[in-house]
């Protein structure tokens, strides 16, 4: 009997499922139909993950080798586990699920499997709304009109384009040169054009700023200087935000939310009907529908990723989650990967005002990362390459 390509399995998976979950996100999911399949074409991808998981457990019995259990990933496995029971929250399962899924994977080729799928998803979403085949109401700031090209909105759109960005410069950092982040910046700025994101092209200027002083300075030292801090950041940055969004509309915060458009308001809202559990609530959300005849109910979305994660999953998922966060810049100072780092300081301020953090489908850097911390490890047995 011929044996499996394990490593095959896994990729085919992840891609089978990227492409299902990413057909969720666009306004295929407004079909009926079309959403049927997107789900089973997520389940296809489990499934064949799950499989790879078993088939991982069965070899590391089978060999007889010794290992030891990382019990920090485990709690963070098992709390999520009780979330999603709470919750019902799956699209949680699917970060566990392929994390445990990667053991003995190239993991540089899940983020150049992610940039191909991205930018076939993106094509065939954006043929799929010129050609008519799924539409969108078009919403406008200050009278211009934003597109979101067959995405649930513009925003989906630009954070598309922010990781196809950061996932092509990421995977030619030994090789970047100028006509790289020209063409980049051409993009992005064609992009912002049509979407009118503001948070989306300030986080993508900013990364291209900082690959370029990566690239050309030595702004190197001035992390490893500044270490503490950045270790930090995705907690002054939480707790900020959580903070003005329980003690919105004072202090003037009414005003600033005007610039939000609306996110205080809404996570005060949020906060006021479910609270804050230690894990989470179930929530049923309600954001801008395509085809208007659905059931009428308020809107009532969420965007800001920390605030997000407290009342959906619960503080003590939102905890080990702001935790392994840290836990992700201290492994890419240790092994010196400057632009891996500038990546996850830009999305840690990015999330504030979007709700992508633990999305799988929109966030690949935490399967990326993570998956370099298996909660079973090998005693003599194959480790994966250092991230470099």
């Keep these: 009997m011929k044996k499996i390509n394990k490593e095959k399995l896994f990729y085919i998976s992840y891609i089978i499922f990227l492409v299902g979950i990413l057909i969720n996100e666009s306004k295929y999911n407004y079909i009926p139909v079309a959403l049927k399949i997107s789900h089973v074409i997520q389940l296809v ?15 590391i019995f089978k060999s007889k080798k010794k290992f030891k259990i990382n019990y920090k990933i485990l709690i963070f496995y ?11 929250a799956k699209m949680i399962a699917y970060l566990p699920i392929f994390v445990l899924a990667s053991k003995d994977i190239d993991i540089e080729k899940i983020l150049k499997y992610t940039l191909y799928t991205y930018i076939f998803m993106n094509l065939f979403v954006m043929i799929s709304y010129f050609c008519g085949f799924i539409v969108e109401i078009v919403i406008e700031r200050n009278g211009i009109a934003r597109h979101s090209f067959g995405w649930t909105s513009a925003s989906q759109f630009m954070i598309i384009i922010f990781q196809i960005i950061a996932l092509y410069l990421y995977l030619r950092r030994k090789k970047l040169n100028i006509y790289d982040f020209i063409v980049s910046f051409i993009l992005l700025m064609i992009c912002y054009y049509f979407t009118l994101s503001r948070m989306s092209l300030l986080c993508s200027l900013l990364l291209l700023l900082l690959f370029i002083l990566i690239r050309y300075t030595k702004i190197s030292k001035l992390f490893d200087k500044l270490k503490v801090l950045v270790y930090i950041v995705p907690f002054i940055l939480a707790f900020i935000f959580i903070s003005i969004t329980i003690a919105f509309p004072k202090y003037g915060l009414d005003k600033i939310d005007v610039i939000l458009t609306g996110r205080l308001f809404y996570g005060k809202e949020a906060i006021k009907e479910y609270s804050i559990k230690p894990f989470g609530s179930e929530i049923k959300y309600y954001g801008q529908r395509a085809d208007g005849e659905l059931e009428e109910h308020p809107y009532n979305y969420i965007d800001s990723s920390y605030v997000k994660v407290l009342i959906n999953y619960g503080y003590l998922y939102f905890i080990l989650t702001m935790i392994l966060i840290v836990f992700l810049n201290h492994y890419a100072f240790k092994n010196k990967n400057y632009y891996l780092l500038a990546i996850i300081i830009v999305i840690e301020m990015y999330v504030t005002i979007d709700s992508f953090l633990v999305c799988i489908e929109l966030n690949p850097w935490l399967l990326y990362l993570l998956s370099y911390i298996y909660p079973i490890e090998i005693i003599s047995g194959k480790r994966k390459k250092k991230i470099v």
Excluded: H, N, P, R
């Design 45 to 59: 991808g489990c499934g064949l993950a799950i499989i790879k998981i078993l088939l991982d457990v069965y070899e």
């Design 78 to 88: 098992i709390i999520s586990c009780i979330v999603i029971l709470v919750t019902k």
